[in-house]
């Protein structure tokens, strides 16, 4: 074997070690990468929180001192801003409306991170009309779709300076990790959302429906239960065709949204052309107006598409009424729409006229059940108490209720499980909060979240105090934090909440802290 055949092997076994151990590095980075945003995204309960949390690791890696992110929602096909980190304005991105191709030209383009250049053409004004201009005027220049095989979860948008590349083999990693997270978030909306109108489903529904009665007992309320659906809709079908039809539903649905009050209201779609609206605090001769309001709003609306009319027939019950039980007002409520149908139909009938009516009625519904309750704890699931809490929020600014909001934590010995401890601690804390009411929640394997409507931040306080003292066999700290006196986002009703529950931990077992803006630094 000649020198020159010696050198070259050694040259080559040289380049093997090297490239041998910077593989083995770069496998080690990327492995500390994907423990790194695990780690910090266990904690996240916030959608928020989480697209901020994804937007800091993306401008990390890649640079850049602003982003956005934003969601895709199929069902009601538009994207909306999730969080963003560092932008002048917010109002630059409200809800918008996606063209029917957006998903194509999303999956046609094979770079994963997009330019301006990128963008520049009419196939993406088409899909996402103004988005580019819009994105332009807060220079964000770097747009990066979420996605995961033919589906389209959202887009991260970095912009700002010193920006660089990132090669693949993270970009992917951190882009799957992106996409699991906003998953569970995406997939709860879809399983609690009817996806061509939008609308609650039927399952929610019926479990809203439960919620709100026990409200109305307990506050000496009334609620309203309108029924309706689309008079002769299967002749559009059959005449212009099901994606037709299905159009007009989903037109339905934002004509619903604009007679209803939002975040108060719940509105449904319980069967194909079948749907149903439940009016908290709100009696039959108010609920007749909404009714009203809603059957002359389609009635006067053109829909795409259509060169004919399009008209409901509703019925509405009331609580307590016309009934006094769930099954019932659902009934009655149907049956009422059944004799608006046989009184011509563009009617609105109320549960009183069946005293005098002879048609046949039809047969009540069969109650279904939502799984909401975590089977472990026996408490709502996490996700469904962030739905409430936006929910509540709204229902204290509209009828200038408070609103508090209590986090427990669950302290044991240093070899006790604190998920234990709270699967013990659950039905002490149901036993003593108000049945249908009050929401409490496991936010995480160690912390508890209670929502308290219409309860100030002392009242809150006996609540907290009275768990303590009925805990024998662990501690509970407790942080507490109302509306508005704390905070006006339900976002940031809950950071108060958790910086005073950290403080109550500090000064040991058994505490409890309110919080307060003089105390800690305002969110």
Same mark, same amino acid.
């Given at each position: 074997?000649?020198?020159?055949?010696? #050198?070259?092997?050694?040259?080559?076994?040289?380049?093997?070690?090297?490239?041998?151990?910077?593989?083995?590095?770069?496998?080690?980075?990327?492995?500390?990468?994907?423990?790194?945003?695990?780690?910090?995204?266990?904690?996240?309960?916030?959608?928020?929180? +989480?697209?901020?949390?994804?937007?800091?690791?993306?401008?990390?890696?890649?640079?850049?001192?602003?982003?956005?992110?934003?969601?895709?929602?199929?069902? /009601?096909?538009?994207?909306?801003?999730?969080?963003?980190?560092?932008?002048?304005?917010?109002?630059?991105?409200?809800?918008? @409306?996606?063209?029917? &191709?957006?998903?194509?030209?999303?999956?046609?383009?094979?770079?994963?991170?997009?330019?301006?250049?990128?963008?520049?053409?009419?196939?993406?004004?088409?899909?996402?009309?103004?988005?580019?201009?819009?994105?332009?005027?807060?220079?964000?220049?770097?747009?990066?779709?979420?996605?995961?095989? =033919?589906?389209?979860?959202?887009?991260?948008?970095?912009?700002?300076?010193?920006?660089?590349?990132?090669?693949?083999?993270?970009?992917?990693?951190?882009?799957?990790?992106?996409?699991?997270?906003?998953?569970?978030?995406?997939?709860?909306?879809?399983?609690?959302?009817?996806?061509?109108?939008?609308?609650? =489903?039927?399952?929610?529904?019926?479990?809203?429906?439960?919620?709100?009665?026990?409200?109305?007992?307990?506050?000496?309320?009334? #609620?309203?239960?309108?029924?309706?659906? @689309?008079? &002769?809709?299967?002749? %559009?079908?059959?005449?212009?065709?099901?994606?037709?039809?299905?159009?007009?539903?989903?037109?339905?649905?934002?004509?619903?949204?604009?007679?209803? /009050?939002?975040?108060?209201?719940?509105?449904?779609?319980?069967?194909?052309?079948?749907?149903?609206?439940?009016?908290?605090?709100?009696?039959?001769?108010?609920?007749?107006?909404?009714?009203?309001?809603?059957?002359?709003?389609?009635?006067?609306?053109?829909?795409?598409? @259509?060169?004919?009319?399009?008209?409901?027939?509703?019925?509405?019950?009331?609580?307590?009424?016309?009934?006094?039980?769930?099954?019932?007002?659902? +009934?009655?409520?149907?049956?009422?729409?059944?004799?608006?149908?046989?009184?011509?139909? =563009?009617? %609105?009938?109320?549960?009183?006229? +069946?005293?005098?009516?002879?048609?046949?009625?039809?047969?009540?519904?069969?109650?279904?059940?939502?799984?909401?309750? =975590?089977?472990?704890?026996?408490?709502?699931?996490?996700?469904?108490?962030?739905?409430?809490?936006?929910?509540?929020?709204?229902?204290?600014?509209?009828?200038?209720? *408070? #609103?508090?909001? %209590?986090?427990?934590?669950?302290?044991?010995?240093?070899?006790?499980?604190?998920?234990?401890?709270?699967?013990?601690?659950?039905?002490?804390?149901?036993?003593?909060? $108000?049945?249908?009411?009050?929401?409490?929640?496991?936010?995480?394997?160690? #912390?508890?979240?209670?929502?308290?409507?219409?309860?100030?931040?002392?009242?809150?306080?006996?609540?907290?105090?009275?768990?303590?003292?009925? %805990?024998?066999?662990?501690?509970?700290?407790?942080?507490?934090?109302?509306?508005?006196?704390?905070?006006?986002? &339900?976002?940031?009703?809950?950071?108060?909440?958790?910086?005073?529950?950290?403080?109550?931990?500090?000064?040991? *077992?058994?505490?409890?802290?309110?919080?307060?803006?003089? $105390?800690? *630094?305002?969110?």
């Amino acid at each position: 074997m000649t020198e020159l055949s010696i #050198c070259v092997l050694v040259l080559l076994f040289v380049v093997s070690l090297y490239w041998g151990f910077h593989h083995q590095r770069r496998k080690t980075e990327i492995l500390s990468i994907i423990t790194s945003f695990n780690r910090g995204q266990e904690t996240i309960y916030n959608l928020t929180e +989480l697209s901020k949390y994804i937007l800091k690791k993306f401008l990390a890696y890649m640079g850049g001192s602003r982003g956005a992110l934003f969601i895709y929602h199929r069902q /009601r096909g538009e994207i909306r801003l999730a969080g963003s980190i560092g932008l002048e304005s917010t109002e630059q991105f409200p809800p918008l @409306l996606v063209g029917r &191709d957006a998903l194509t030209w999303v999956l046609g383009k094979r770079k994963g991170i997009l330019t301006m250049r990128d963008l520049n053409d009419s196939e993406f004004e088409a899909a996402f009309p103004s988005l580019r201009e819009r994105l332009k005027k807060e220079s964000l220049e770097t747009l990066i779709p979420i996605k995961e095989r =033919n589906l389209l979860f959202g887009f991260i948008a970095l912009g700002g300076e010193k920006q660089r590349k990132i090669s693949s083999d993270i970009l992917n990693p951190l882009l799957s990790l992106a996409e699991h997270g906003l998953e569970s978030f995406v997939l709860y909306e879809s399983s609690i959302t009817d996806e061509t109108t939008g609308l609650y =489903n039927k399952r929610f529904f019926l479990q809203s429906l439960q919620t709100e009665l026990r409200r109305s007992d307990r506050y000496h309320q009334p #609620c309203t239960l309108l029924a309706f659906d @689309l008079d &002769d809709f299967k002749q %559009v079908n059959d005449q212009f065709g099901h994606p037709q039809g299905d159009r007009v539903l989903k037109e339905l649905g934002a004509l619903i949204h604009e007679c209803i /009050r939002d975040g108060i209201d719940i509105p449904a779609r319980t069967g194909g052309e079948e749907f149903h609206v439940i009016l908290p605090a709100t009696d039959s001769e108010r609920a007749m107006k909404v009714a009203e309001r809603l059957r002359n709003t389609v009635s006067n609306h053109h829909f795409a598409g @259509l060169n004919r009319q399009v008209t409901l027939s509703l019925g509405l019950a009331g609580y307590p009424a016309h009934a006094d039980e769930e099954g019932r007002l659902v +009934l009655l409520a149907d049956q009422s729409l059944y004799l608006a149908k046989s009184k011509g139909k =563009n009617l %609105v009938c109320v549960a009183g006229e +069946l005293e005098t009516a002879d048609a046949k009625m039809p047969a009540p519904h069969s109650q279904e059940q939502i799984k909401l309750i =975590n089977p472990e704890t026996l408490l709502f699931r996490s996700d469904y108490f962030l739905v409430r809490l936006k929910e509540e929020i709204k229902r204290s600014i509209r009828y200038q209720f *408070p #609103c508090s909001l %209590v986090v427990f934590a669950v302290e044991t010995s240093p070899t006790g499980s604190s998920f234990e401890a709270i699967r013990k601690f659950s039905p002490i804390l149901r036993e003593h909060l $108000r049945t249908g009411i009050d929401t409490p929640a496991a936010l995480d394997r160690e #912390c508890i979240a209670v929502i308290m409507p219409e309860t100030e931040k002392d009242k809150a306080v006996i609540m907290a105090e009275r768990m303590q003292r009925f %805990v024998e066999d662990f501690t509970l700290s407790a942080g507490i934090s109302g509306f508005p006196a704390d905070a006006l986002t &339900d976002e940031a009703l809950i950071t108060c909440a958790k910086k005073a529950l950290a403080e109550a931990q500090k000064q040991g *077992p058994n505490h409890l802290v309110l919080f307060e803006s003089e $105390r800690f *630094p305002v969110p």
